[in-house]
Structures are given as C-alpha cells and as structure tokens.
C-alpha cells in the first residue's frame, strides 16, 4: 500500500525503505550482505561497468553474492549511468534502456566466464566500446606483433594501402539481413551488413531509429566470419530472421582485396522501387505475394515470391495450433543450432499459414548419404527430443542436404502433431525415439540414416539438448507455443522432462545452474517497530492518548512489554502474553488479559503488528514475476508507463507500472484516490 507520510525525491520513507541503504555502524551480514572485504570489489564493479568497461572476475563475483535486492539496486544504477541522454519519447527510453541492459549484463557475464558470445571480458568490452576517451588520429598500437595506425577513425594495418571511405548506407543495403525478437516484453530489430572488409551492426526498438556500429577487419571473410558468430549469438537469445540475407564470401576471396573492396561475387542491384500500398513482407500476410510453384505436401500450399523477391514454401496446416506448433519446433531447432529453413506464421488467403524460406540449392539424397552429412548426426538427439518421427521423411525428403550440410526442410512432424496432421500419442517425460529412431522394425526410414550412429555421435548430439536453459526453452514457448498458458506451461514441462530424461539415459549431466535450497529466513529482532510512547504522545510530549494518566502508563508498559516479548521471533509469546488491567477511575488493578484482548485498541493494535512483522520475516513473500500470457503481464501491457517516477519504480523492482486507466468513480471503491502528479506517487 502507499503511505499517506511526506516521501523524498525517490519515493522512499526514510532511508532505512532503501533497498540499497546501509546504516553505518551496523553488523555488515544484516545489511544486505557487503563485507568490508569486498567492499572495495563492489565499488571497483561500479566503477568499471559505469565507464563501459568490464570488471574483474573477483568484482563481478562479490556482486553476484548480494542479496537480490542490493545486487538489483547496483545493476539498475549501471544501467541509467549508460543512459548519456534525455528521451522525450518512452519508446526511445526504453530501446535505449535496453540496450544498456544488455550492455552491463554482458561486461558482467563475460566477467563471470559465463557469457554465451563473448569468450573474454575484452571481446564484451570492444563489442561496447565507448566512443568517449577515443585515441587520435595517427596513434599507434601493437596487438600479435602487428602495428596498427588511426586513420579516418578506424584502425589500419601500418604499411597497407590508404584505406578506401567507409562504405555508404546504400552500400550496406546491398548484403543486408535484419532480425526481430519479441521475446518476453521486447520488440527489438537487429542488422548485420558487410561491404568488403567492413562490417555494420544496426539495433533498437522496432520503427526506431536505433544505433549503429560500423567496424574495418582485416579481410572480408574475417568480416563475414564476425557477422555470422554475432547473427548466431542473436538466434541464442530467440531472435528470428526478418528479412535479407549475407552473401556467402568463399575461401581465397580474401587475396589481393583491399580494405574497402567488396566480396568478389557481389552484384550491386539497382534499388528497389517502394509501392506504399503493398504491404511489406513484415507484415504477417501473403497479400501480394507472387504464386511461382505447386503443392508439395499434404497440407495446401505452394511456393510464393515475396515483395522483395524472396522466396517462400507457404501451407495452410489444419488449425492455428498446428501453425504455432511448427513455427515452435523450428525455433527450438535452431536454439539448439540446428540447420531449418527460417520459419514463420503468416496469415494466407484469410487462413493461419505457415512460410519456410525456400534454401536454394538443397538436394535428396540416399540414406547413406544423408548419414554422412555434417549435421546429420549432431540433430539426432534433438529430433528424439522432440519427438520428430518424420525427420527422415517417407521418401527421405525433409532430411536434405545443402552444400553437403544437412538440414530439416520440415519440421511439421515434431511436437504434439503428426506430420499429417493428427495429435501425437505419448509425447511425455520419456525420450523413447533414442531407441525408436534407429529401430528398422519401428521406423525404417529413419533408422536407414540413424542406425548407425555411435554411442559417442549420440552423447555429442545430446549434449546440445541437455546444455538448453529452462529460461530459453520457456521463453520460445511462451512466445511461439500453440494454446493456452496453462497449455504452454504443460509443454514448458514435458520439454523439461524430455531434456532430462535423454540426460539420465546417456550419463550426463544437465549444465543449467541447479536450483538452491532455499535458506531458512533469520529473525533479526532490531528490525522490529519500537512502540510509539504513550508517555510522549504524537507532537505534543504530553501522555495520551487517553486523558487519564494511569491508562497511558499502563498502555506504555504494556507495549513496551509487547516488543519485549516480540524479540524471541516466536509468535507464541505474543499470544501467550498477559498484561494488567487497571480500573479507569481509581487506577487499582482489576485483573490481567491476553494483550490481544487488552482493553486499548492502540495495544491490541500493536501485538496484531509485531506478529504481522515477525511472520514477514520467517515466511517473506515470493518475489513477483511477470510471466507472458498471465493477466496481470496483459494489464501491465495495456497501460503506458509514466515515464517521470520510471527510475523510482525500478527501484523497488518494476515489477508492475500501471499508468493511468481514466477516471471513475473510486468513492464508490470505498478507495482514497491516488494520482500521478509532477511524477511523484501523492495521496
């Protein structure tokens, strides 16, 4: 609830309401945990992430060993420190705030060791490089026994030919590819470019105009290497392919190519024409896409040509769920980094729809064939994961091969649904396809590639089934998954299961961080409420607030009695406490009673409030969670943040921000009304 007391400029009480506040003088292990120890790694953790820079494995580990309040306290203060400038617009904010985010989340899981793109701190730290305390131009430096000069802003090999300018947007736009991701809360787009040796990164809020990154390699297939670890990196964090595509720099491309030079197999298009009316290939319809091939499978469909000439196998499945259903097991296909088409739910003729990608080039082969691709042996395991009986295909057509690299062209026949459409029996807990997948008798098509995997090609495979997070996994479910949230949940946790199972089967070890045993809460009996001095009333220092002298003594002495008891922590002595009863006119004791009996309101009042304070502490509140698809997520989606007290609410968690709904009548609520005003919460 909100208190009807004067608040500070950040919306706490007092200091001691501070998540973040530490009274000096007091033990150091009842105060949010910072030793004077680690004091100094706490602020050297502050100090680096502040100026962009990482911290120290020990920084980072004492700040992950705070309690969540502080440590959430720390990373919120990091995360404004990045934020240079003023946003008028909230979306603005919050694509910039995001971006700080992940910002002071990579310097401090590359830190840790623990990040999944950045195999050092300097990798996070080059990748977030400031522009500020930039070097000069015509400074040197050596890195691997290479001297390097500042030229033009970017550094160059010393000796090499005068570099060429940096490439144009329009340059950039000719090997483009875009990706969006909408998981959880976001709705981010990010680009990857390459003209020559130079590379572009583009990113922020979707109809945003973002930030840029522009970077000089040492050769194009240097860049094109770097874009593609990054473009991976984004899919691991459930972002999907949009739109454009990287053009492929073969080996030997790199000789005799200058810095500025692009890839020998680029062809510079002429730009596209724009037709407003026609809807973009974002849009989430066909309208307008161009038919250029027949039915291929069961389920109606043909091959389309986008509007901006991509092309596309689209069909018409039996239902909204089997749709949400594919475009689900493609996207855990490819968190577990194996090779599908992109895939995504379209809307076709009026009809939910699924889009795959075309991949040119990919080919049938013979199941010996196929068992000798690469990537063939490493999907094993995710196909038993997820139950994909069809990932063979009766004619060996969904396991293909592009360029001698295996990749399943259909998904349709993982998850809940058969590849024709009907619900899967026995999709549970129990990984039976390891077995059923190399089974001639049971499966012969798939057993023709798989049967003659090794124990070894197994575990491998496995590995990237087990090393998937709860939180990965949950996520794309949560966002991509077919029916309800309860629906959603279920298969959160079949996919669990299964994951677990294949560990149990194969002898391995699941990496995620295993859950902690709770710790039993300790009672710290100075953060009790002394009681208020009958003796010393209010503002006025005279005894009330009865106008009878040995009540008020007797009140006193029965709250002070009241707190007394309240120090062991156990309810029981509260209930269990007895105090005086005194006759109002004489003043002569006529009795005791329990103090939740006790004559005085006031004191009645103040034992309900030490046991409310003492079960607060044995048994605190789970921290709340918003979760996608639960009420109160689609209620905090459906009101903007009121951007003034944003700080303020972040700091006792963000956990909801409601903005404001419109007026009505709250007398009737029997609610005092709270309003927003200058930014501050007042009653």
Not at 194 to 217: A, C, D, N, P, R
Not at 377 to 399: C, P, R, S, T
Request: proline share 5%.
């Amino acid at each position: 609830g909100l208190n009807s007391g004067a608040e500070d400029d950040h919306g706490w009480e007092s200091d001691e309401d501070n998540p973040a506040f530490k009274e000096p003088g007091k033990d150091d292990a009842l105060n949010g945990g910072e030793s004077t120890s680690e004091a100094d790694h706490i602020q050297g953790w502050k100090d680096a992430v502040n100026a962009g820079k990482a911290p120290t494995k020990a920084q980072a580990e004492a700040i992950e060993k705070l309690d969540d309040d502080n440590k959430m306290t720390h990373f919120i203060e990091a995360k404004y420190a990045q934020l240079n400038e003023d946003h008028d617009d909230d979306d603005e904010f919050n694509a910039a705030y995001d971006e700080a985010s992940d910002k002071v989340n990579d310097l401090h899981q590359a830190a840790l060791g623990t990040h999944e793109s950045f195999d050092t701190p300097q990798e996070a730290e080059d990748f977030h490089s400031a522009s500020g305390d930039s070097p000069k131009e015509g400074d040197t430096k050596t890195e691997n026994g290479k001297t390097y000069v500042l030229q033009g802003g970017r550094w160059h090999l010393s000796g090499a030919p005068e570099p060429k300018p940096e490439p144009s947007a329009a340059d950039f736009n000719i090997n483009k590819v875009t990706y969006h991701s909408h998981v959880g809360n976001s709705n981010k787009f990010y680009s990857f470019a390459q003209h020559g040796s130079y590379t572009e990164q583009h990113w922020g809020g979707i109809g945003k105009k973002g930030q840029k990154k522009v970077q000089l390699h040492d050769s194009p297939s240097a860049a094109n290497a770097h874009l593609k670890k990054m473009m991976q990196a984004k899919k691991n964090k459930g972002y999907y392919h949009e739109s454009g595509s990287l053009l492929y720099v073969p080996p030997g491309a790199d000789a005799g190519a200058d810095a500025g030079a692009a890839p020998k197999k680029t062809v510079k298009a002429a730009p596209k024409k724009v037709v407003a009316s026609k809807p973009s290939p974002s849009d989430g319809t066909t309208n307008g896409w161009k038919k250029v091939g027949a039915q291929a499978g069961s389920n109606k469909g043909g091959f389309y040509e986008d509007h901006s000439g991509t092309k596309h196998y689209v069909k018409t499945p039996k239902s909204e769920d089997h749709v949400k259903n594919e475009v689900l097991a493609a996207k855990l296909y490819q968190l577990a980094g194996i090779h599908v088409p992109e895939v995504s739910a379209v809307n076709h003729d009026g009809k939910s729809s699924v889009a795959s990608k075309v991949i040119d080039g990919v080919r049938t082969m013979t199941p010996e064939g196929l068992a000798g691709l690469s990537g063939t042996a490493d999907g094993f395991a995710v196909d038993a994961w997820l139950a994909n009986h069809d990932a063979v295909g009766m004619a060996h057509d969904n396991l293909l091969s592009d360029n001698g690299k295996a990749v399943h062209i259909d998904v349709g026949g993982a998850l809940l649904y058969r590849a024709q459409g009907g619900k899967k029996q026995g999709f549970n807990g129990s990984v039976k396809e390891l077995s059923s997948l190399r089974d001639a008798s049971t499966n012969p098509q798939a057993a023709s590639v798989f049967g003659h995997l090794t124990d070894e090609q197994i575990k491998q495979s496995a590995q990237k089934v087990v090393d998937l997070s709860h939180k990965d996994i949950s996520d794309l479910v949560m966002t991509y998954g077919p029916g309800s949230i309860a629906v959603k949940n279920k298969l959160v946790k079949t996919l669990l299961d299964r994951r677990n199972n294949i560990a149990k089967q194969l002898g391995l070890k699941v990496s995620f961080k295993k859950t902690k045993k709770p710790k039993q809460p300790k009672f710290d009996p100075s953060r009790l409420s002394k009681p208020t001095s009958f003796m010393s009333w209010g503002d006025t220092g005279e005894p009330g607030p009865s106008g009878i002298k040995h009540i008020n003594r007797a009140n006193h002495d029965a709250a002070k009695a009241i707190y007394a008891a309240a120090q062991s922590g156990k309810p029981a002595d509260i209930h269990n406490l007895k105090q005086p009863v005194l006759d109002k006119e004489s003043g002569d004791v006529t009795g005791e009673k329990p103090v939740l009996q006790h004559p005085s309101q006031h004191v009645v009042s103040y034992a309900n409030q030490m046991l409310n304070e003492i079960d607060t502490q044995l048994n605190p509140p789970k921290k709340f969670r918003l979760r996608e698809g639960d009420p109160i997520k689609i209620l905090h989606d459906s009101f903007p943040v009121i951007k003034t007290i944003k700080t303020h609410l972040e700091k006792i968690g963000k956990y909801l921000s409601l903005g404001n709904p419109g007026s009505f009548d709250t007398q009737s609520l029997g609610f005092p009304l709270v309003t927003y005003k200058n930014g501050k919460i007042s009653k």
